[in-house]
């Protein structure tokens, strides 16, 4: 694989590397992680994509004001502390003598700017600053984080917002963040420059990305990662038999995404451990509800998903307990719930999957005037659900319903969703706050309301529903709160804007030798990490 290496050193990199060679000549022997997974970043700019894959690499080079630890709970990154000092109002104190991997100082005035950036209509990242209407700069090291209504869940939303260089940025023409939607190509598409553990050394965008430790992180010398990894290789392998012929064969010594079918295998191999545990993820169908009628369909001058009768038949139409027996082999938990048991907002009241009825689903087909049903594009990406995708599609068809399925490339099919573009589609969607004010702003929604961080590639809306979120922002009672997201789930599932199937898992496989934290949110934090 690493003959297949095109090498690019940054300035920013070659500075940190030289200002460096001293410090490395002192620290432990090099100690070299070689991580696989399905799916590369698909930008480095830390505003453009919220997806998982993307914040995969970039969280080892930006950090937020906080961060998740590997037992999720939220702690000081670049802010050492903070409070509400007024309900529409929280002040964070900075930590003094940070640097960039370029050699800037770190202050009040970066922090203003990434929160500025954040809130441009390029940036997808606009849910964790939804209610911010600025940032203030109070003095050099704090910064005042102003939101039109009160807040709660500010400090957990900023463990997403990476933090820039204000004048790295503006030196390159970066001040507002790609527009990943239209493909477009800017300076920090490619580059990096961050506060983080590490720096990226070389990238081939779809194949690997080495990562050398930032010897001047503050991090190491306050002792608050455990790691020794001095050499991260992230290394892209979309297939699942050349991912887990990779461990087998010690040519990567971690794998994020397993292929559910190669876990007992690997179990039986001394060599190797299985990492397994539910994730805070969930695998959803989408389907377009605001057009006239569906482009690709055979069904001319109406749209059948309008009609709510349809989207019973749907939900009818899934045996979500068949598909973990069999596709899943036991590794998932059906739901009927738009988020995991780990968010804040979870109830049982709200987590009751449709029932398996095939004879329904046909009858109330036949109801709503299709009954011989009707043939409609589905669109999925590559992935840890792709199998599952090819499964629905098939009970799709077992009631009528033919969908046509293409499986994209993953940045392709982020784009086309940012587009609009699927009519049918299926989505896993993460909680990274671990509070359902994040689904529901970003995925169900009206797209007017979630705005640029809208995720709600369907065009559900219900204006009741919608009208309950400024009501769960202003709440400061959390039961009386948890009561109005219970409210608007419950509306949104007698709507059936989305079909939740079930909450992921995904195991991790490594080599012995290697210590590391399994994760309810998928991250692997490489500082964190052990090797021998």
Excluded at 4 to 10: A, E, I, N, T, Y
Aim: aromatic share 8%; hydrophobic share 40%.
């Amino acid at each position: 694989m690493s003959g297949r290496m095109r090498w690019r050193l940054g300035a920013a990199a070659m500075g940190l590397l030289a200002l460096g060679g001293a410090a490395a000549a002192q620290q432990a022997p090099n100690r070299v992680l070689r991580m696989a997974t399905s799916v590369d970043a698909a930008t480095l700019d830390p505003h453009a994509t919220n997806a998982l894959f993307t914040f995969l690499v970039v969280h080892q080079v930006y950090e937020g004001l906080t961060w998740r630890g590997d037992d999720l709970k939220v702690q000081p990154g670049l802010a050492t502390r903070w409070e509400q000092v007024e309900p529409t109002r929280w002040r964070f104190t900075l930590r003094d003598g940070v640097r960039f991997a370029g050699g800037e100082a770190f202050d009040a005035d970066d922090v203003v700017f990434s929160i500025e950036r954040a809130l441009k209509p390029t940036s997808n990242y606009g849910i964790y600053v939804d209610t911010v209407a600025g940032a203030e700069a109070r003095d050099r090291l704090t910064v005042d984080i102003v939101t039109r209504v009160p807040d709660p869940v500010i400090p957990d939303k900023m463990t997403r917002v990476m933090i820039m260089d204000r004048g790295w940025s503006e030196a390159n023409r970066a001040t507002v963040p790609q527009n990943f939607a239209q493909r477009e190509e800017t300076f920090t598409v490619r580059n990096s420059n961050g506060t983080g553990p590490y720096v990226i050394r070389a990238r081939e965008a779809d194949q690997r990305t080495v990562m050398v430790r930032n010897p001047n992180w503050w991090g190491w010398s306050a002792n608050v990662a455990r790691g020794n990894v001095t050499e991260y290789h992230h290394i892209t392998l979309t297939s699942d038999a050349t991912r887990i012929a990779a461990l087998l064969s010690r040519e990567v010594d971690l794998v994020h995404v397993v292929p559910l079918q190669d876990v007992a295998r690997i179990q039986r191999d001394q060599r190797l451990r299985i990492l397994e545990g539910q994730e805070n993820r969930t695998v959803m169908v989408g389907m377009r509800q605001d057009l006239e009628e569906l482009t690709g369909s055979d069904v001319r001058g109406r749209n059948p998903f309008k009609d709510q009768r349809v989207r019973q038949a749907m939900a009818h139409a899934m045996d979500i307990d068949g598909l973990r027996r069999t596709t899943l082999r036991g590794q998932g938990v059906p739901t009927g719930s738009m988020w995991t048991q780990f968010v804040n907002g979870w109830s049982e009241q709200t987590d009751r999957r449709t029932p398996y009825d095939p004879a329904r689903a046909r009858a109330l087909l036949a109801e709503a005037g299709y009954p011989n049903g009707f043939t409609v594009p589905m669109d999925c990406p590559v992935g840890p659900y792709d199998d599952a995708c090819q499964a629905v599609a098939a009970m799709l068809a077992r009631v009528g319903i033919r969908a046509q399925l293409t499986i994209h490339p993953n940045a392709v099919f982020s784009q086309r969703l940012r587009r609009q573009e699927p009519m049918l589609y299926m989505l896993s969607w993460g909680v990274p706050t671990f509070d359902a004010s994040y689904t529901m702003r970003a995925v169900m929604a009206s797209r007017s309301v979630g705005g640029s961080a809208t995720w709600n590639a369907g065009g559900y809306s219900n204006p009741a529903f919608d009208a309950l979120l400024p009501r769960i922002d202003a709440e400061g009672d959390p039961e009386a709160r948890r009561a109005l997201i219970r409210e608007a789930h419950a509306m949104h599932n007698a709507d059936l804007g989305h079909i939740p199937l079930y909450h992921m898992m995904i195991p991790w496989a490594h080599r012995t030798g290697v210590t590391v934290t399994h994760r309810a949110d998928n991250q692997v934090q490489v500082r964190e990490i052990v090797v021998d």
